[in-house]
T-cell receptor, first 114, second 110 residues
């Protein structure tokens, strides 16, 4: 299957700082990438759909000014959590859509905000 | 009504048995269906994709799709303890939206 790389895998930061997470499709071009958040023992929650060359589409209740998404190329999307607070601590997962409408997931980023 | 519904479980089966996971969806125009496996603390990994009615087999896994009943299932034969995970059903709707179920937790007992 296709490979999606996500970095960093884990980040610990102080409250008020910003954190950038990168998602790369390594062996295919992805016009669409997705960003999810998952709290412990809960299901995936779609935050936004990222389309190359255009603005991301955010799900209801997700603050676009807090979670900045940039999809500058067909292989890279970034999520920046701005002014992170402890309640933003979660497991963030990206995915990229490949041929056949299949989503391939990155390994995830565990964010801990102190 | 949720777009994709799964029984959250937990589902427990003995080692070597068949595990049956079920999923229903609401968008009748959906064309693509997927099963993902997610181990605790890890991201989902694709197990199967299915696009047409009937069965699709891959090793110990069989996906079954019935578009008339809006039902997709996953059978795991000869279940192993390493199959213990949460299984997510995903559907690509007619509007190209992607919907995930909440997942079914499977435990295979040695």
């Amino acid at each position: 299957g296709a490979v999606v790389s996500q970095h960093p895998s884990r980040v610990i930061c102080k409250s008020g700082t910003s954190v950038k997470i990168e998602c790369r499709s390594l062996d295919f071009q992805a016009t669409t990438m997705f960003w999810y958040r998952q709290f412990p023992k809960q299901s995936l929650m779609l935050m936004a759909t990222s389309n190359e060359g255009s603005k991301a589409t955010y799900e209801q209740g997700v603050e676009k000014d807090k979670f900045l998404i940039n999809h500058a190329s067909l292989t890279l999307s970034t999520l920046t959590v701005t002014s992170a607070h402890p309640e933003d601590s979660s497991f963030y997962i990206c995915s990229a859509k490949a041929t056949g409408n299949i989503q391939y997931f990155g390994a995830g980023t565990r964010l801990s905000v102190l | 009504q949720k777009e994709v519904e799964q029984n959250s479980g937990p589902l427990s089966v003995p080692e070597g048995a068949i595990a049956s996971l079920n999923c229903t969806y609401s968008d009748r125009g959906s064309q693509s269906f997927f099963w993902y496996r997610q181990y605790s603390g890890k991201s989902p990994e694709l197990i199967m994709s299915i696009y047409s009615n009937g069965d699709k087999e891959d090793g110990r896994f069989t996906a079954q799709l019935n578009k008339a009943s809006q039902y997709v299932s996953l059978l795991i034969r000869d279940s192993q303890p390493s199959d213990s995970a949460t299984y997510l059903c995903a559907v690509n709707g007619a509007g190209n939206q992607f919907y995930f179920g909440t997942g079914t937790s499977l435990t295979v007992i040695p």
